[in-house]
């Protein structure tokens, strides 16, 4: 197992210019990259928001259940959360700037 994954990423490092050998995109084939970038801005986004606010309302059950058992732990617990809070927004701030790229951002083309 080991030594065919081995061969197979010396197989990819080895010949570079096979996995960069494409054919070049038909003429009409740009028309499709806009629609389907917004589509793809508003799924992500969709998602993302989601997800968070998922994992943010399991963070703060979390913490308000610790609290609830620990009251004299309640200040380092809540100082745990909203750390834990602002890197969970934070996932979601990075989908909306690679949004923002894929609505704002014109294909070459």
């Not at 080895?14 to 990259?33: C, H, N, S, V």
Request: hydrophobic fraction near 70%.
């Amino acid at each position: 197992m080991r030594r065919s994954l081995m061969l197979a990423a010396m197989a990819v490092l080895a010949f570079p210019g096979l996995a960069a050998a494409q054919a070049p995109a038909p003429a009409g084939a740009a028309e499709w990259i806009g629609p389907f970038a917004i589509l793809a801005a508003g799924f992500a986004l969709a998602f993302a928001a989601g997800l968070c606010a998922l994992g943010q309302g399991r963070a703060v059950a979390s913490a308000v259940d610790a609290m609830a058992r620990q009251p004299g732990a309640a200040a380092r617990i809540q100082t745990a959360m909203i750390i834990g809070l602002a890197l969970i927004e934070s996932l979601a701030i990075y989908v909306l700037v690679v949004a923002m790229i894929l609505l704002f951002v014109q294909p070459i083309g």
